[in-house]
């Protein structure tokens, strides 16, 4: 029997605040444990939460770009577990009343459900340290509990770990793009649970479900659905049945472990949250964040293919890769570069040179769009080989000059002097008749050595496409 795979995602993004969602605590990463704390994020006895209106016009804003329905009014509700990470013994979430319900994402061909998305409180953080009995210690940081979330729920709609890969980043991307989030994983901003079954191909009954709990990178959900559904493939096809469990996924050894069995699963009691009001949001205001959305990744995508004439390889990639690069192209090209040249700089040099300093991120580029045009102009009305403008393109990268100054500063200014190069043709044809007999013979790729020794003589300054015609005729002269 043929099976396949069944996955749904729940996504957990932190909302980019400046305080956390019921306090007004700092919303930062990296300050020493417990400082951004107090008696609310803390649940010391009589602490009142107060909700956070920027965390609430966030969450709208990512659930209006992902097609959600916004409810007018929406309920919090108390999750009820205890953890040492959770101070007040539960989680003020919601529940069965949440903030946007019946959305999609759209992948490619597939559209993907958005069962729901709400609000809700991040818990803290544990710190395990030792291995042996006599040395092992967990210290809390309660610097995260308060954070505000939102949890993203999908429809059980994938049937691929590269699917799931692939929703968990156009996620990112949108909230991203949103500026909800700054969907950073390394710091836990961004984290995933990934639901995953096996049923017999075509049968319109689920599986027995694994939950494979906080997920922090792209490849790790894809490694860990990987492994979920061969592992769980092989138990049927031995006749074993599924354990319905929670696991967790040990990136070190590539595999899903178990974490918590169903007998093991909490009952969160949930019951609305008695310190807090219903969430109501007018409809006048939800309309007008609306309005303010962005231009969002999908979106730009198409109009860079349909507005620049961009592959949508192009597009994709200063759309979605290369954090900044779309503003940095829009902006190259409105200087007066050429769409295609400038993407083609932007994803070659610019990109090159950013890897070498460890990222993909524009904002590190210490050239300017303007002086980049610059560069691009003189390439394209030839004033100066490609050669010569990546010495070029290294010079502004370390100045502010220009790149004309560049150029008569430096002499690199490409050589077009016809009678010249005519000169150094015939030199180098006289000098190379083996070469010049396949090239008559036809092997018209042996061209490019030549012309590379005509470069070479110039100091890489001469026009290539002139060496060319002028070869070409050269040794077709003869």
């Known amino acids: 029997m043929t099976f396949e795979p069944v996955i749904g995602l729940e996504i957990h993004a932190q909302l980019r605040t400046q305080t956390k969602i019921f306090c007004g605590c700092r919303n930062r990463f990296g300050s020493p444990p417990n400082t951004d704390v107090c008696p609310v994020c803390l649940g010391l006895p009589g602490a009142l939460p107060v909700l956070n209106a920027h965390a609430v016009e966030l969450a709208i804003r990512a659930a209006l770009a992902l097609h959600c329905t916004v409810h007018e009014r929406s309920i919090f509700a108390r999750k009820n577990y205890f953890y040492p990470d959770l101070p007040k013994g539960y989680q003020i979430s919601q529940f069965d009343r949440p903030l946007a319900t019946a959305g999609w994402l759209g992948l490619g061909s597939l559209r993907v459900g958005i069962t729901r998305l ?97 997920i922090n990178s792209f490849r790790y959900v894809q490694k860990a659905v990987e492994f979920e559904i061969a592992r769980q493939s092989a138990l049927l096809a031995r006749g074993e049945r599924v354990r319905q469990e929670t696991r967790l996924f040990d990136s070190d050894r590539g595999e899903t472990l178990p974490m918590r069995g169903k007998e093991e699963a909490h009952d969160y009691r949930y019951f609305p949250e008695p310190d807090l009001p219903p969430l109501d949001v007018s409809r006048a205001t939800i309309d007008a964040i609306r309005a303010s959305l962005p231009e969002l990744p999908d979106a730009r995508e198409e109009r860079f293919v349909s507005q620049y004439g961009l592959g949508a390889y192009d597009a994709e990639v200063l759309v979605r890769l290369m954090p900044g690069a779309a503003e940095y192209f829009e902006a190259t090209v409105a200087a007066g570069a050429p769409a295609k040249a400038a993407s083609n700089w932007i994803q070659g040099e610019v990109r090159r040179t950013l890897k070498d300093l460890g990222t993909d991120d524009t904002s590190a580029a210490t050239i300017s769009p303007a002086r980049l045009a610059g560069l691009i102009a003189l390439v394209e009305r030839g004033a100066i080989s490609n050669t010569a403008a990546k010495t070029v393109f290294e010079r502004l990268w370390t100045s502010d000059r220009t790149a004309e100054s560049i150029v008569e500063a430096e002499g690199l200014a490409q050589i077009d002097d016809v009678a010249l190069l005519e000169r150094l043709v015939a030199d180098v044809v006289a000098a190379q008749p083996d070469s010049v007999a396949q090239i008559r013979a036809g092997r018209n790729n042996v061209l490019g050595f030549l012309v590379g020794l005509v470069m070479k003589a110039t100091s890489g300054k001469a026009n290539p496409k002139r060496v060319s015609e002028l070869l070409t005729r050269a040794i077709n002269s003869d």
């Open 118 to 214: 709400h609000l809700e409180e991040d818990a803290g953080k544990s710190l395990h340290q030792g291995f042996a009995d006599s040395d092992r210690a967990a210290y809390l940081d309660f610097n995260r509990a308060g954070v505000p979330l939102v949890e993203i729920v999908t429809e059980p709609d994938l049937r691929s770990a590269d699917d799931a890969a692939a929703c968990f980043t156009r996620v990112r991307d949108l909230v991203v793009a949103l500026g909800a989030s700054d969907g950073n994983m390394e710091e836990g901003s961004l984290r995933c649970d990934a639901n995953v079954s096996m049923r017999p191909a075509g049968s319109a009954t689920f599986g027995t479900k694994i939950e494979i709990k906080n």
